[in-house]
């Protein structure tokens, strides 16, 4: 089974989405409806971003089978933290 990543940034809104290596990035394409494609060097999608996006505060974020990180800032520090 492919693993996929998901991070939430609440202070940048956005919403990250990896279901491949993500150290294999090479390029980002923009689509035009706030959504971003991340791509390896073959120009295959390996993640996007959805910009611009909001979780309300009474909703659970549930994934199954995936890590699901939520960004925190503090400060100039970015920290990530396991929900």
Known sequence: ??????????????????????SSEYL???????????KNQKGEVIGFEKLNYRISENTNLKISGSSVC????????????LI
């Open 28 to 38: 980002c394409e923009e689509t035009g409806d706030e959504v971003i494609l991340m």
């Open 1 to 22: 089974m492919a693993e996929v990543n998901v991070y939430y940034d609440p202070m940048g809104n956005t919403l990250t989405v990896w279901f491949g290596d993500r």
């Open 70 to 81: 939520v960004m925190q800032w503090r400060g100039v520090r970015r920290d990530e933290t």
